[in-house]
C-alpha cells in the first residue's frame, strides 16, 4: 500500500487529471479496501486538530453525532462496526451520546482502531468497544477530566494540600489566598462531579462490552486511565505495550500486514485532507458518504 509520499503523488496525479476531489477520491478508496478486506462497516472518526490546533470544532462535541447518523444510515448493521479513531477528545456529555447512540446501533460489536492517537474522550470512545487495534505508533490518553485546561483532580489535590497546611502553618493562609481565588465558589463541586461521571461512565461500558462483567478488571483498567497522579499529564501519550500491560483487549496492527498498511494509507490520506483543505473534521463512511466540518462552518453530508 502507498506511504505518506506515495498517497501524496497519487492526490496529486488525480489533480493534474482535473479531477476537483482528488483529496476525497483517494481517502474513500482506500477505507472502501479496509471493509473489503474486513467484511466489517468502517467509519473514520477523524479531527484535523494536529493541523488547526485553534479550531474549537476540533474537538468531540454535539456535532459530531449528527455526522455519525449520517455514516450510519443505511449500513447493515449485523456485519458490526470498525471505528477509526483520530481524535484530541472533547466534550465529555457529547461522548456518553456518542457512546450510548453507537451501542444503540451495532451493539457491543464495535471494534475501535488507533492509527495514530486517540486522547481523552476519544480513549474513551476507544475503552467502550469490544477491543481495540493498535500499532507500535498508536496511542491512548488518561481521562481523568479538565475543566478549561485545568485537570478537575489537580484541583482538588490543591485544595487538600492548602487546608492541610494552613492547619500545620496558619502563616501560609495568605499565601493560599492568591492562589485558590483563582477558581470560582462551585468549582470544587464542578470537578468532583466530572470526576465521577467520567468513571462511572467508563466503568459501565468496561464492564458491559470490553470486560465482559469482569468488573474487577474494568476497575483496574480504570484506575490506570483517570488517576491523574499516577499519570502525570493528560497529555500522556500510552503505548499499546501499556494498553496491553493494564488489561485492555488489543489487536496488534502488526498481525496482519495487509489490514495494517490499509489502515496507515487511510490515515495519511486524511493527513494530507486537513493539510489540503479547509477541513476540520471528517466522518466517513466506507461507502463515501462523508459529514464535513470546514473552517468556514459549512456542515453538508456529501455523496460519492
Not at 457491543?108 to 475503552?127: C, K, N, V, Y
Not at 468488573?215 to 499516577?230: N, P, R, T, V, Y
Request: charged residues 25%; proline residues 4%.
Amino acid at each position: 500500500m502507498p506511504n505518506w509520499k506515495e498517497v501524496l503523488e497519487e492526490i496529486q496525479g488525480h489533480i493534474q487529471t482535473g479531477q476537483p476531489n482528488a483529496l476525497d477520491i483517494v481517502r474513500r478508496k482506500y477505507l472502501a479496501k479496509i471493509q473489503q478486506k474486513t467484511g466489517r462497516n468502517t467509519i473514520a472518526y477523524y479531527s484535523g486538530w494536529l493541523q488547526k490546533p485553534q479550531q474549537v470544532d476540533a474537538i468531540v462535541n454535539d456535532k459530531d453525532k449528527n455526522a455519525l447518523m449520517v455514516t450510519v444510515h443505511k449500513l447493515d448493521r449485523s456485519k458490526g462496526l470498525d471505528l477509526i479513531l483520530h481524535t484530541p477528545g472533547g466534550d465529555l456529555a457529547a461522548t456518553e451520546s456518542i457512546v450510548d447512540y453507537l451501542h444503540s446501533m451495532f451493539g457491543e460489536d464495535i471494534r475501535a482502531i488507533i492509527p495514530q492517537i486517540s486522547m481523552s474522550a476519544g480513549t474513551m470512545m476507544a475503552l467502550a468497544c469490544k477491543e481495540i487495534m493498535m500499532g507500535k505508533q498508536s496511542n491512548l490518553g488518561p481521562i481523568d477530566p479538565q475543566i478549561g485546561g485545568v485537570p478537575c483532580q489537580g484541583v482538588l489535590d490543591e485544595f487538600d494540600q492548602a487546608k492541610k497546611d494552613i492547619k500545620t502553618n496558619p502563616n501560609s493562609a495568605p499565601l493560599w489566598q492568591v492562589i485558590i481565588s483563582k477558581y470560582h465558589p462551585t468549582f470544587l463541586g464542578t470537578c468532583q462531579n466530572a470526576i465521577d461521571w467520567s468513571e462511572k461512565l467508563a466503568e459501565e461500558w468496561l464492564t458491559r462490552n470490553m470486560c465482559a462483567g469482569n468488573a474487577a478488571k474494568a476497575k483496574k483498567i480504570l484506575k490506570e486511565f483517570s488517576d491523574h497522579k499516577m499519570n502525570k499529564s493528560h497529555a500522556r501519550h500510552i503505548s499499546k505495550e501499556k494498553c496491553k500491560e493494564i488489561g485492555l483487549s488489543i489487536v496488534d496492527m502488526e498481525d496482519d500486514n495487509e489490514l495494517q498498511d490499509l489502515i496507515l494509507t487511510v490515515h495519511h490520506s486524511f493527513m494530507h485532507t486537513f493539510s489540503q483543505s479547509m477541513a476540520v473534521k471528517v466522518v466517513e463512511n466506507h461507502l463515501g458518504i462523508a459529514f464535513v466540518e470546514s473552517m468556514q462552518m459549512q456542515f453538508s453530508p456529501q455523496n460519492p
